[in-house]
């Protein structure tokens, strides 16, 4: 009894923690603008799961878990730019990534798993956490409700709250029904029917239901989770497993044969390359052809085949037999010269798309191009070290490189970015396109001050000015507050 007695009350510790996240969802964020806020939300997220890890003694800094707590850093920084940075298609993705990355760090402090993080199964068992075990646990709020209902009431009262609450969800589907029916039926008691509500129930309450519903949806969803880290599981019953099956592996002529065609084709168009495109002669360009068409097309084509050449080292690497020594060190060496062609190939197409911005202008797209390809390149160099020491795992510093990457990608400000070299050029040209600076984020405010100034371009400048404006007077709550936008109020002179 003691011991019941002792869950029964981590329950209730729990259920008391997650009601005040729901609580606070609806203050920081329920209605308003992300900023400051979510970086708020996440930092209590941390403090219930501390409170809770520290009350089962699971509260560790060891040295096994210090790759766990450093997700802590990406986490912050994430959920920081919704408080830094004003681009839009950062906060939708970062909404989404950074409670992912919480319930990763999670599992692996708590140990709740068996598959190491960078492995396939790892996946699988985060799928079970979330949409399993989570959801499997949200019922036990109602149970623990039932269970404190029935302490406070005899029992026959209890078994009629019981069958009058059974009664109710039998009755609502069939009154639906039936009130459809009789509206249909009779034109008076339609309109009365419809009239009704707006009567009685003031819209204001609507409301306060629906956020109520909100509240008790996170408490019960952030309860089920952290049940499924922290509480009981039943045995998991091992079952045997098949004899695993004979690994398919390539045959090393064939793949040597292969290689060596390959490569050979891309020795070949790394000397065109160098010799039409690096080293700027026009003169000895097809005829017909523009060296300013020659660097435009074929960028899409090149970082396809790039693409491509990254799933041939994938599969070589992991079906390459390395039963016959010399073999494998031709299938190294032809590998390596894939990856050197390789990003040859990479850097004309790098290279092609700087003279098209340079000729057209910077966007997202093409800015992301140049930060993909730059992804691509760190990626072969990490392949490339793993041709020459197989034990190194690819999953394990791949999965490292993206997160970074992202993080970065994040804090560079693209905008700013992508604003200040469309200014140089068109200090250069006298050619910008102010309709798509106008549609970037609230950083870019500066920029189009600065086009105002333009007597040509005033016009348009003032028109997306006076959409950030009015962008800026709707929300002002401080659980919005964003530097990006802060700024902005302050260059436009906004209350």
Same mark, same amino acid.
């Given at each position: 009894?003691?011991?019941?007695?002792?869950?029964?009350?981590?329950?209730?510790?729990?259920?008391l923690? #997650?009601?005040?996240?729901?609580?606070?969802? *609806?203050?920081?964020?329920?209605?308003?603008?992300?900023?400051?806020?979510y970086?708020?939300?996440?930092?209590?997220?941390?403090?219930?799961?501390?409170?809770?890890? !520290?009350?089962?003694?699971?509260?560790?800094?060891s !040295?096994?878990?210090?790759?766990?707590?450093?997700?802590?850093?990406p986490?912050?920084?994430?959920?920081?730019?919704?408080?830094l940075?004003?681009?839009g298609?950062?906060?939708?993705?970062n909404?989404?990534?950074v409670?992912?990355?919480?319930?990763?760090?999670?599992?692996?402090l708590?140990?709740?798993?068996?598959?190491?993080?960078?492995?396939?199964?790892?996946?699988?068992?985060?799928?079970?956490m979330?949409?399993?075990?989570?959801?499997?646990?949200? @019922?036990?709020?109602?149970?623990?409700?039932r269970e404190?209902?029935?302490?406070?009431?005899?029992?026959?009262?209890y078994?009629?709250?019981?069958? %009058?609450?059974?009664?109710?969800?039998?009755?609502?589907?069939?009154?639906?029904v039936?009130?459809?029916?009789?509206?249909?039926a009779?034109?008076v008691?339609?309109?009365?029917? !419809?009239?009704?509500?707006?009567?009685?129930?003031?819209?204001?309450?609507?409301?306060?239901?629906f956020?109520?519903f909100?509240?008790?949806?996170?408490?019960i969803?952030?309860f089920?989770?952290?049940?499924?880290l922290?509480?009981? @599981?039943?045995?998991?019953?091992?079952?045997?497993?098949?004899?695993?099956?004979?690994?398919?592996?390539?045959d090393?002529?064939?793949?040597?044969?292969?290689?060596?065609?390959? *490569?050979?084709?891309?020795?070949?168009?790394?000397? %065109?390359?160098?010799?039409?495109?690096?080293?700027? *002669?026009?003169?000895?360009l097809? *005829?017909?052809?523009?060296?300013?068409?020659?660097?435009?097309?074929?960028?899409?084509?090149?970082v396809?085949v790039?693409?491509?050449?990254?799933?041939i080292?994938?599969?070589?690497?992991?079906l390459?037999?390395?039963?016959?020594?010399?073999?494998?060190?031709?299938?190294?060496?032809l590998?390596?010269?894939l990856?050197?062609?390789?990003?040859?190939? &990479?850097?004309?197409?790098?290279?092609?798309?700087?003279?098209?911005?340079?000729a057209?202008?910077?966007?997202?797209?093409?800015?992301?191009?140049?930060?993909?390809?730059?992804?691509?390149?760190?990626?072969?160099?990490?392949?490339?070290?793993?041709?020459?020491?197989?034990?190194?795992?690819?999953m394990?510093?791949?999965?490292?490189?993206? &997160?970074?990457?992202?993080?970065?990608?994040?804090?560079?400000?693209m905008?700013?970015?992508? #604003?200040?070299?469309?200014?140089?050029?068109?200090?250069a040209?006298?050619?910008?396109?102010v #309709?798509?600076?106008?549609r970037?984020?609230?950083? %870019?405010v500066?920029?189009?001050?600065?086009?105002?100034?333009?007597?040509? &371009?005033?016009?348009? #400048?003032?028109?997306y000015?006076?959409?950030?404006?009015?962008?800026?007077?709707?929300?002002?709550?401080?659980?919005?507050?964003? &530097?990006s936008?802060?700024?902005a109020?302050?260059?436009?002179?906004?209350?």
């Amino acid at each position: 009894m003691a011991e019941w007695s002792h869950e029964q009350k981590a329950l209730r510790r729990l259920l008391l923690g #997650a009601a005040a996240i729901g609580c606070l969802w *609806d203050f920081l964020l329920y209605g308003k603008e992300f900023g400051i806020s979510y970086l708020l939300f996440v930092i209590a997220m941390y403090a219930l799961y501390g409170w809770q890890a !520290r009350w089962h003694g699971q509260l560790s800094f060891s !040295r096994k878990h210090v790759y766990a707590w450093l997700l802590t850093v990406p986490i912050v920084l994430l959920a920081s730019s919704f408080a830094l940075f004003s681009n839009g298609y950062f906060q939708l993705l970062n909404f989404a990534l950074v409670p992912l990355l919480f319930v990763i760090q999670t599992m692996l402090l708590t140990g709740r798993h068996k598959a190491k993080w960078y492995e396939p199964g790892f996946v699988g068992e985060l799928l079970e956490m979330l949409f399993s075990f989570t959801l499997k646990h949200t @019922r036990l709020p109602f149970a623990l409700t039932r269970e404190w209902l029935k302490g406070r009431m005899n029992q026959e009262k209890y078994g009629v709250l019981k069958k %009058v609450l059974i009664g109710v969800g039998i009755s609502l589907p069939i009154l639906f029904v039936v009130l459809t029916l009789l509206s249909q039926a009779d034109q008076v008691f339609g309109h009365f029917l !419809r009239e009704m509500p707006g009567r009685m129930i003031d819209l204001d309450a609507v409301e306060g239901a629906f956020r109520l519903f909100l509240i008790g949806l996170v408490t019960i969803l952030v309860f089920g989770y952290l049940y499924s880290l922290f509480g009981k @599981r039943e045995e998991a019953v091992e079952i045997p497993l098949p004899p695993k099956e004979r690994k398919l592996v390539w045959d090393g002529v064939i793949l040597v044969t292969v290689l060596s065609i390959i *490569d050979f084709v891309y020795a070949a168009f790394t000397y %065109v390359q160098i010799s039409y495109l690096f080293s700027g *002669d026009k003169a000895t360009l097809p *005829d017909g052809l523009t060296y300013a068409e020659y660097a435009k097309n074929g960028f899409q084509e090149l970082v396809l085949v790039t693409v491509i050449n990254f799933v041939i080292l994938l599969c070589t690497m992991y079906l390459v037999s390395q039963t016959k020594r010399l073999l494998y060190r031709v299938v190294q060496v032809l590998l390596t010269a894939l990856t050197v062609c390789t990003s040859f190939i &990479l850097f004309s197409a790098y290279y092609r798309l700087s003279l098209y911005e340079q000729a057209y202008g910077y966007t997202h797209s093409r800015l992301l191009a140049h930060i993909f390809m730059i992804f691509l390149l760190i990626l072969f160099v990490i392949a490339l070290c793993k041709i020459w020491r197989h034990t190194l795992s690819l999953m394990k510093y791949y999965a490292v490189v993206s &997160l970074v990457s992202y993080v970065l990608l994040n804090y560079i400000n693209m905008d700013v970015i992508i #604003a200040k070299n469309n200014m140089e050029r068109y200090h250069a040209t006298g050619n910008i396109d102010v #309709a798509y600076l106008g549609r970037l984020s609230y950083d %870019v405010v500066p920029y189009l001050l600065e086009l105002k100034e333009d007597e040509s &371009l005033r016009e348009h #400048a003032v028109y997306y000015l006076e959409n950030k404006r009015e962008e800026l007077l709707a929300n002002r709550s401080w659980q919005s507050f964003n &530097l990006s936008k802060h700024r902005a109020r302050q260059l436009l002179q906004l209350p």
